[in-house]
């Protein structure tokens, strides 16, 4: 008979067997630090134009190649509780502005090393972070992006209207001032609710029964071209017998297996899907100045074209040699369009270049030379992190990280607050950005601050870290709850 091994007194005997438990300093709080710094460092190389790009082969084993930060995170999977922190930081501002993920990073893994120095020479984490703080309606969505492989980067083009690599169904393939009617249910004869048996004895009744059905359908389509539709665009299958009379009657015919991919087609011709083949009113089609079916490469597309720029929907057209440069072209149009967004907010811009970093870090050294007791420390540690960014900048771009910062300094201390670094020079050189045009949003620099601050100061408030055991048994599949890819596109 085996003998019952007592546990050690103290808190793990309350756990499970199996279960982990970490506390204090060294073992809770230092290792959170160390994690979060890892992380900062993997995407502080990433940072800035001339930042280095991450392979990732993500759990499904496909490949990227970007300095998107908010890709690589997202690809990442990364479990350190600590860690997540960070990166759940980085996803509220990719949420909150669209870009500057790669900021929260960076200055979160600073100001987490610079209260390790303060922890390390005795101070509580409580006064370490005694410093740190507790207008438009456009739609990013309506910038759609079509990738096409072939040719190069140059050769892409803007469209006001939308794109999509489809073919059309039937024969006629461009239609000038276009009315278009959408449904959303198949090109099809009507079918019955109910199952019901038709008892045919004769030859005679089964081409009479055969005629109903042609002559049905062909009174369907004749109402919706009498009703003035002259392209149909449906999200369901189209029959054999539906596509002839749409051919003789010289309707252009376009199939659309995504919903989504519909309801920004009603958005962008301003029609009404329409869930039954009934003829539509004049209310309900939709208004496009030419449909056509192109071939961009060697890839067939059918655009839906608006001659003013009115529209509501606009989509890039997207050339390059390879998926993965598409992809990361993509994600910068992305960062671009959603800056669009922010500026729609607030119109307020601030130099970037690492000049507004520099310019804030003086400011609170100064502050933190004026208080008195211990939290003079955490100020001006606080203040040294915003160093993070421009020396990043430099790092990134080849140039003496030190030497840049103590020109920024000097420069900064003589008053020129627009100050910051110039990566085209060879050698270290500082450089006017407002001159030059180098410009952050206001509100991308304001949530990146405040994200990973909080995130610092969350990670520091942890001094203990408790696991349970694993549960045994297969995990649950941790897809999307909508299998519907375009629903993120």
């Known amino acids: ?70 890709t690589i995170l997202r690809e990442l999977e990364v479990q ?31 100001l987490l090393e610079l209260a390790e120095e303060l922890l390390r020479i005795g ?45 059309t169904e039937g024969d006629v393939t461009s239609v000038k001032d276009a ?23 004769t030859a005679e009744e089964l081409m ?48 659309l297996n995504s919903k ?35 071939e961009v490469g060697d890839t067939q597309v059918v655009v839906f074209k608006h001659e003013k720029e009115d529209g509501a929907i606009s989509t890039l057209v997207l050339r390059g040699s390879t998926d993965n440069l598409m992809d990361d072209i993509e994600r910068a149009v992305d960062d671009g369009v959603n800056t669009f967004k922010v500026l729609t907010r607030d ?4 130099p970037g270049g690492g000049a507004t970093e520099i310019e804030l870090a003086k400011q609170i050294t100064s502050y933190g030379e004026t208080c008195p007791g211990l939290e003079q420390y955490a100020i001006k540690k606080f203040a040294e992190a915003f160093e993070a960014i421009p020396r990043a900048l430099a790092e990134n771009s080849g140039v003496k990280a030190n030497e840049i910062i103590s020109k920024l300094y000097a420069v900064h201390q003589e008053g020129n607050k627009n100050v910051g670094l110039d990566i085209e020079a060879e050698v270290p050189a500082v450089k006017d950005m407002l001159e030059a045009g180098i410009l952050d949003t206001y509100l991308g620099k304001y949530w990146a601050i405040k994200l990973a601050t909080n995130a610092a100061v969350t990670v520091l408030r942890v001094d203990q870290i408790i696991m349970a055991k694993p549960a045994g048994g297969p995990k649950p599949p941790s897809g999307k709850k909508d299998w519907d890819d375009d629903q993120n596109d």
């Open 260 to 294: 989504w991919d519909l309801r920004r087609l009603c958005k962008t011709v301003g029609a009404t899907a329409l869930p039954r083949l009934t003829p539509p009113v004049l209310e309900e089609m939709g208004h496009c100045d030419s449909v056509y079916l192109s």
């Open 347 to 350: 119109k307020r811009l601030v």
């Open 179 to 201: 009315k278009i009617a959408v449904y959303s249910c198949p090109f099809d004869g009507m079918i019955t609710e109910t199952k019901g048996t038709v008892l045919i004895k």
């Open 80 to 110: 350190h509780p600590a860690a997540k922190m960070i990166v759940m930081a980085s996803h509220m501002q990719e949420q909150e502005v669209g870009d500057g993920t790669n900021f929260v990073l960076v200055f979160a893994g600073a």
């Open 1 to 70: 008979m085996a003998l019952h091994v007592p546990k050690a007194p103290g808190f793990a005997q309350m756990l499970k067997e199996g279960a982990k438990h970490f506390s204090g300093l060294e073992e809770a709080v230092y290792r959170n630090i160390q994690a979060c710094k890892e992380l900062a460092q993997t995407t502080r190389t990433a940072y800035g134009p001339n930042g280095m790009n991450k392979m990732v082969i993500n759990h499904l084993e496909k490949l990227f190649v970007t300095n998107d930060a908010a």
């Open 208 to 255: 009479n029964f055969s005629k109903g059905e042609e002559n049905l359908m062909d009174a369907q389509v004749k109402a919706i071209a009498d009703a003035g539709a002259n392209v149909i665009v449906t999200g369901g299958k189209v029959a054999d017998m539906a596509l002839h009379y749409a051919n003789k009657y010289n309707i252009m015919l376009v199939r």
């Open 123 to 167: 101070l509580s984490v409580s006064e370490a972070m005694s410093i740190f703080p507790d207008s438009g309606n456009f739609n990013v969505d309506n910038i759609r992006v079509c990738k096409i492989l072939g040719s190069g980067i140059y050769s892409s083009s803007v469209l006001h209207g939308m794109v999509f690599k489809k073919e």
